[in-house]
């Protein structure tokens, strides 16, 4: 027997939320970013920064509730959330806005255990744990949104005139 006509009784809808890294966002930063800096003597500097980011999803289940733009989670809009296309009902520039501005936290807590920036470049791993906890500790990307920075690429790090004038 076919119950309803032999059509559904209620709307089903299926998600996939691909587990991969997202990788290849890209920042930059427009303004010098101030941060102390510990291997400096605690001194106040400000760079400039460019590069690209990784993002990682670890609760699905968080990032669907919380992040998933509602057209698109209820079933009514085009079907497809994918970061980094543009479409994405600016989660993006989101993401964007709480990455730059956890550089500043990031870079500090990353010079105090006596590394200099110039060292970021060789040791992304420790970086991108320093920007996940500055990104956690201000917008709780992990326990809300259920992503965290997987990695950090710099392509560049320069000290505005003023600091290098410091140093």
Do not use: C, H
Not at 40 to 61: E, F, R, W
């Amino acid at each position: 027997q076919f119950k309803y006509g032999g059509q559904p009784g209620n709307q089903q809808v299926a998600f996939y939320v691909n587990l991969k890294d997202i990788a290849g966002l890209r920042y930059g930063t427009q303004n010098p970013i101030r941060y102390k800096d510990a291997f400096y003597g605690n001194m106040m500097l400000a760079v400039t920064s460019n590069g690209t980011y990784t993002i990682k999803v670890v609760d699905p289940v968080l990032m669907f509730k919380n992040l998933i733009p509602v057209d698109i989670a209820s079933g009514q809009g085009r079907g497809i959330f994918e970061l980094g296309d543009g479409n994405d009902g600016g989660v993006e520039d989101s993401l964007f806005a709480g990455f730059v501005g956890s550089l500043g936290a990031a870079l500090s807590a990353f010079t105090k255990g006596g590394k200099s920036i110039d060292d970021i470049q060789g040791g992304t791993v420790e970086f991108a744990q320093a920007v996940d906890e500055a990104v956690e500790a201000t917008y709780q990307w992990g326990s809300q949104l259920g992503i965290k920075i997987a990695s950090v690429e710099p392509g560049g790090l320069d000290w505005d005139q003023p600091s290098v004038d410091l140093i």
